[in-house]
Structure formats: structure tokens, C-alpha cells
């Protein structure tokens, strides 16, 4: 069998996901956690910093750090719940929303040179085996998290 590590590995240095900055939009060199609670944000309406940090699996502390440093770069901002006080709902800022649509075309336009060079079936083929990776590791206990041991 190969060596799925390996494969993984591989996939993800490819991807740029070691890369200290994932992109680069607006003037503003975004992290890769940084793109991803950008575009976490900007689908759905005005979510919870909680649910944000929960969607993402990723710790509280960190997440809010990430979160201050879109606000000071003015491209995300935090409003209380008007229902509870206490709870902070966040929203993109219209330099935000820019930066998230071109991030997003930055990442449309990569995946479609990647595929450019497979044909349709052999594209279906990846897309179905990636939800397959993807519901599976949503059944595993350790998801999100590395195996201990």
C-alpha cells in the first residue's frame, strides 16, 4: 500500500498550507487560519465568535488573537448581540468582504489550473474521493485533533 502519510504531506506543502501566508489581498498578507475565518465569516450572517472558533476547531485563545489582528488590518468587525450582551457577533467590513472575494478568485483560479490538466472523469473522481476523506474524518474520534500516543 503506499504511504498515505506521505501523500498527505505532499498534498499539503503543495497547497501552501505550511506557508507563513496563504495569500495576498488588498494590500494585506493573510494567513492561511487568517483566510479561513475570512471566508467562515463571510458565509454565514453575522455568527458568533464561538461558533466561528467551533466551525474552524480551533481553540478559543487562538482564534480570538487571529480575529484581533483582522480588526486592527480593518477587515473585521466585532458588534455585541443585541439579544445578549455578552455574546460578540462578527461581521467582514467592507475592505473585508474585498479581501474575501479575492481570496476567493485567487483560490478558484489555482483549482482550476490544477484540474485544467485532468480530464472530467478524473476530476469527479478526486472531488468524490475528497467527501469521502472528508465525511470519514468527520466520523473519527479524533478529528480535528492528532492521535495521541
Same mark, same amino acid.
Given at each position: 500500500m503506499e504511504n498515505v502519510r506521505e501523500i498527505i504531506q505532499i498534498m499539503t506543502r503543495r497547497f501552501g498550507f505550511l506557508n507563513k501566508n496563504? #495569500?495576498?489581498?488588498?494590500? #494585506?498578507?493573510?494567513?492561511?487560519?487568517?483566510?479561513h475565518i475570512l471566508y467562515e465569516i463571510d458565509r454565514r450572517h453575522k455568527p458568533s465568535i464561538q461558533q466561528v472558533a467551533e466551525a474552524l476547531g480551533t481553540d478559543i485563545t487562538t482564534f480570538s488573537r487571529q480575529v484581533q489582528s483582522l480588526i486592527k488590518m480593518k477587515l473585521v468587525k466585532k458588534t455585541p448581540d443585541?439579544?445578549?450582551r455578552r455574546v460578540q457577533l462578527l461581521s467582514l467590513t467592507t475592505e473585508g468582504k474585498d479581501v474575501a472575494v479575492s481570496i476567493d478568485r485567487q483560490m478558484n483560479d489555482?483549482?482550476?489550473?490544477?484540474?485544467s490538466h485532468m480530464n472530467d472523469f478524473d476530476k469527479d473522481t478526486v472531488l468524490r474521493s475528497i467527501k469521502l476523506l472528508n465525511e470519514a474524518m468527520a466520523k473519527s474520534g479524533t478529528c480535528c485533533s492528532p492521535p495521541s500516543g
Open positions: 496563504c #495569500c495576498s489581498a488588498g494590500g #494585506c498578507d493573510i494567513s492561511l487560519i487568517q483566510s443585541p439579544g445578549d489555482y483549482l482550476n489550473e490544477i484540474f
